[in-house]
């Protein structure tokens, strides 16, 4: 059974090796700073006892203070998973670390986000759009969109 | 106000009357009306079938068009289905789907057309050789369905092209689709060597 | 006498034959081999996600019909238990077993299909699909008795299904059942030891399990690779405890072994089809007591399922009114491509067909 790991300890662990990172911890996710995401991420995954080898999902949410980014981790030799989120505050220019290096699972999920939102990721190899074609105008998933 | 109800006849009457249409028929119908075509001989009567060259031509059309395999979504599913064997279209002479579209006379938009989709519907129904036909299957190609409202979807199939046959559904099941096939062979009958799809130019 | 030679790019475009829906391959071509890959998506980009957004929790369902079209009730059932999940509600026990019938033969159906458009690429025209045709054309008269449709079904709803079964219903599946050994047995007879099958699947298009794993691979390719994860065993969902069923694998992850994968499924699922007949209970309620403009308290979650292409999932976000605040769709197959560039590099025009075939991609899915 996929069980989801204790967030708090796991929370407390990160606070520890990577001073100032963990914003909040929930019931099932974790909030991370996205300066320090990179790290956090190496960290989950390279680590024994962790070992978050395989990423589910990449998504966006548009809280309209503030834009959430979501990740879903799934360790396959221990069957756990975890929710790491990151904030991206400013509306005009978002940028987020990219994950690519870490995980290739990220890389179609990245640039569909950076179309549908227009959250652009620093590091990501190929920052196009996706689904939607060049010259289109805007973001569509954003809530302010019409 | 005065309803006027028609005169209903008791069965005794009903059968009088029948009594004496049948007698005046037998009365009347005593020698046989000649053949339409007694005017030619007897040998060419059995060989030859009269008609305009227009209702020649649109037969052969309707009866052996050769579809172009343009299924984007769900309902081209349905499309495959109607060719397989059990709603099997090649009973009407649509046996071959024609990948090319070069070789093809009827396009089949089965599916959601999106705009990001439009130049290459659009190119391809101009390599079709004239006479073609358009046929759209569904509800998102009729009218862009349930995904009407969204940013990127084609209100109906109708902005890009012109279109014969319309057939609703969602998907619109084999038999739908062969109903729509026989519309369009109704409107195909019509038609004239010079003017196939009955269009006003 | 030095000849220059310089690299072809060619389109394979939105429409063409082979590309199993509008999909788009930018390919550069050293001669007749290939040495770059470029897939363009989004022809078929409906903007599902927003719409649903200003739509009920129910009237979203038919929407997911329309991902993958092929398995449209392993979809249904994926959304319905992210809904559940966010909502708290549950699901009564015949429902349960309803779900899952209808889940694995669903299954069969896809995998089905999946084989024999894989073999009309490799140029047996439409034999194999018209053979595969047969079955699915039973199964979709079986879903016709139950929900009336035969591609796009909306049959599940949140807390349960939406109809119950006809009395027709259980005899034929029992006789579909009890059909079914029989015509595997005919298809691998026909085609697992297929000279030209061996010859050009056997090695080709190798997804070895490392790179499987780094891009997050689901499903048949992910086990055709060597790594036994399925999520009704690893993580099972509604009553999969219960049934009993091994999950097979491949060793090498090529051509071949995806497809030999599909078909162990298949006898798989006729197992734990006849486990679930002979256990469901004979009456009972079909769905839980759920409103029609459903609020479920603020929060989120995230339901997925092992659809037959990969582990189909939703991450829906409710803000508790009626309609659901983001809905997002995680796409197996669009993960799945990923790695087509590795696969396909140094392979021929014929064989980036196969490739493309055997990883079975529903565009639905893919451009949502």
Known sequence: MTVAINCEETGKKLQEVFPGSVISTGKADIVVDANKLLEVAGYLKNTAGLDFDYLTFVTAVDFLDYMEIVYRLVSLKHNQSLILKTRCYDRENPVVPSVVSLWRAAYYQEREIFDLFGIKFDGHPDMRRLLLWEGFVGHPLRRDYL | MEIIRPPVFTPQEADLAEGQLINSFYAQC????????????????RNLLLTTVDTAIAWARQRSIFPLMFGLACCAFEMI?????????SRFGMDIFRWSPRQADLMIVAGTVTWKMAPAIRMVYDQMPEPKWVIAMGACAVSGGTFRESYSVVP?????????VYIPGCPPRPEGLIYGITQLHAKMIKGTIDNPNLSLK | MTIRTEPFYLNIGPQHPSTHGVFRLRVTLDGEVVVGLEPIIGYLHRGIEKLAETRTYTQNIPFTDRLDYLSSMTNNLAYCMAVEKVGAVKVPERAEYLRIIFSEIMRI????????????????MMTPVLYMWREREKIMDMFEMVCGQRLLYNYMRVGGVSQDLPEAFMPAVKKFLAEMPRYIDEYDQLLAQNEILLARSKGVGVLSRDTAIAIGASGPVLRASGV????????PYSIYDRFDFEVPTGDSGDCYDRYWVRMLEIRQSVRILEQAIAQIPAKGPICADVPQFFRPPRGEAYGYVEAPKGNIGFYIVSDGSIAPYRVH????????????????MGWKVADLIIIFGSIDVVLGEIDR
């Open chain 2, 30 to 45: 005593t020698s046989q009306i000649p053949d339409p075509d007694r005017w030619l001989e007897e040998k060419l009567q």
């Open chain 2, 81 to 89: 289905g109607m060719a397989a064997s059990r709603f099997d279209v």
């Open chain 2, 156 to 164: 109906g199939i109708n902005h890009i092209l012109p279109v014969d």
């Open chain 3, 109 to 124: 159906s896809s995998h089905m299909m999946a084989v024999g458009f894989f073999l009309n690429d490799l140029g047996a």
């Open chain 3, 228 to 235: 036994k994860w399925d999520i009704r065993k690893m993580d």
């Open chain 3, 329 to 344: 769709i995680y796409p197996p197959t669009l993960i799945n491509i990923t790695a087509l560039q590795d696969m396909v």
